[in-house]
Nanobody, 122 residues
């Protein structure tokens, strides 16, 4: 019913930048909080940043001041601008979005994207 497609990952040198995008499509009635998570090899998935439809953003301490989360509600798309990247930012990045569908407009469910690899290396 709902698909999340991520894009923008890749290989970048330390200090470089990448911009991830997460586009939601399908039987969407409304989109709530959007978030980005990441999972490095051998580690648990961790929260990177979240942005509600209205309100303040939230960031993990490890990315504060370097990453910026944003959204375009008209396009049902979320973004993660990553600057000053470090090798420890290397991970698969996943978007997570709360969605209410047309056939169940009062029920909010969490959907995950397929993940996009970000590798920071010289």
């Amino acid at each position: 019913q709902v698909q999340l497609v991520e894009s923008g990952g890749g290989l970048v040198q330390p200090g470089g930048s990448l911009r991830l995008a997460c586009a939601a499509s399908g039987m969407i009635f409304g989109i709530g909080t959007m978030g980005w998570y990441r999972q490095a090899p051998g580690k648990e998935r961790e929260l990177v940043a979240t942005i509600p439809r209205l309100g303040t953003t939230n960031y993990a301490d490890s990315v504060k001041g370097r990453f910026t989360i944003s959204r375009d509600n008209a396009k049902n798309t979320g973004y993660l601008q990553m600057n000053s990247l470090k090798p420890e930012d290397t991970a698969v990045y996943y978007c997570n979005t709360m969605v209410a569908t047309i056939d169940s407009p009062t029920t909010w469910r969490a959907y995950w994207g397929q993940g996009t690899q970000v590798t920071v290396s010289s």
